[in-house]
């Protein structure tokens, strides 16, 4: 796509970044990262939206504090057959990141009894 597009030097890691941050890949893992998460810590549909919709623009924001840097770089200096590992080993920080932003939430007293009597 770069090519037939007329990419070259410096555009070439500057129109990846952009694709990848705007275009197909942030918004969608993101959205998922937190369903997950959400379903993962026993909330409904609902609690899994309203997850989303309260933290998705601020994680978007975070993630592209962190990965454009790391893409740019990524693009521009290493070779291509090495760029999906850097991309995976990069991608372990991410995760903990949002694992420490978002850890999970703490149980009320009350739910904690739902499940105790179950």
């Known amino acids: 796509m770069t090519v037939k597009g007329g990419f070259t030097g410096l555009h070439i890691p500057v129109f990846k970044t952009f694709m990848e941050q705007f275009v197909y890949w942030s918004w969608f893992s993101n959205s998922l990262y937190h369903g997950a998460m959400g379903a993962m810590q026993g909330m409904n ?35 291509v057959r090495h760029q999906l590992n850097v991309v995976l080993l990069t991608s372990i920080a991410w995760t903990a990141l949002l694992s420490a932003w978002y850890p999970p939430e703490e149980k009320s007293d009350e739910e904690d009894k739902k499940v105790d009597k179950a």
């Open 45 to 79: 549909m609902t609690q899994i939206y309203d997850r989303i919709a309260d933290v998705l623009w601020d994680t978007q924001v975070a993630q592209w504090t962190f990965w454009i840097p790391v893409q740019l770089l990524n693009f521009q200096f290493v070779p």
